[in-house]
């Protein structure tokens, strides 16, 4: 199977790498040097993955990142030197599912970007209905709605409801979300997927009663 990546990066000496590095495997490479190209890419064309950097001519990767969000859940990845605590966290606040900061490993970047492509593989699978009891769910529109109403969701919330609602009936452990959501290498809490259930609940209102707690395990879907 193949797959494209938007590339968003200025510093042509690390796009050119990147993409030298990958040459043998299954990956098209669409790459924009700058923000405003970034953009008009990401308005006209789909893509399985999104490597962007931050600090850019024109229009910077955060906003790049807001205006995929605004159409598609596909993983982004943050390529960039801004490595404060408050930048990454400013990123996965938009929706990000990593931030690495430059300079980074080759292999490990692949590492990642592989990893996140074959999770994502047929998540959204086309003309597809998802529904456990007043939810329904309509990847190929991003769409969820609960009792008729359609419920805005942040990405994270969104994948984590396909995730519990893939499992109806099953206990879902935090260990499982925190591995299929944020990666093998997360290093933080499983607090973090409370929060999300929280926020998930409030978002589906009185349908968020269909997610029940299974104490000192995690959830359920029902």
């Not at 955060?62 to 990845?77: G, L, N």
């Not at 960039?80 to 990123?91: I, K, M, P, W």
């Not at 692949?110 to 990847?139: C, D, E, H």
């Not at 984590?160 to 990666?183: A, C, F, N, P, S």
Request: proline letters at 2%; hydrophobic letters at 40%.
């Amino acid at each position: 199977m193949s797959y494209n990546i938007l590339l968003v990066e200025d510093e042509a000496g690390i796009a050119e790498g990147i993409m030298d590095y990958m040459k043998e495997s299954e990956i098209t490479f669409t790459w924009a040097a700058d923000g405003d190209e970034a953009l008009a890419l990401v308005y006209e064309h789909e893509y399985d993955l999104a490597l962007l950097d931050v600090m850019l001519p024109g229009t910077d990767g955060f906003e790049i990142c807001r205006a995929i969000r605004a159409k598609s859940y596909v993983p982004i990845i943050f390529l960039t030197a801004r490595g404060r605590e408050e930048d990454r966290l400013y990123g996965y606040d938009l929706g990000c599912d990593d931030y690495v900061v430059k300079p980074f490993s080759m292999a490990e970047l692949q590492a990642k970007i592989q990893s996140f492509l074959r999770r994502s593989k047929g998540l959204w699978t086309k003309n597809q209905v998802i529904q456990v009891g007043a939810i329904r769910m309509y990847p190929d529109r991003l769409l969820v709605e609960a009792a008729g109403e359609e419920v805005r969701l942040a990405p994270k919330e969104y994948a984590m409801l396909k995730y519990l609602m893939e499992h109806k009936g099953m206990i879902v452990t935090r260990d499982d979300m925190l591995v299929r959501l944020w990666g093998y290498d997360y290093d933080g809490g499983d607090r973090v997927v409370d929060n999300h259930v929280k926020k998930l609940r409030k978002a589906l209102g009185d349908s968020g009663k269909l997610i029940k707690t299974i104490f000192a395990k995690g959830y359920r879907m029902e």
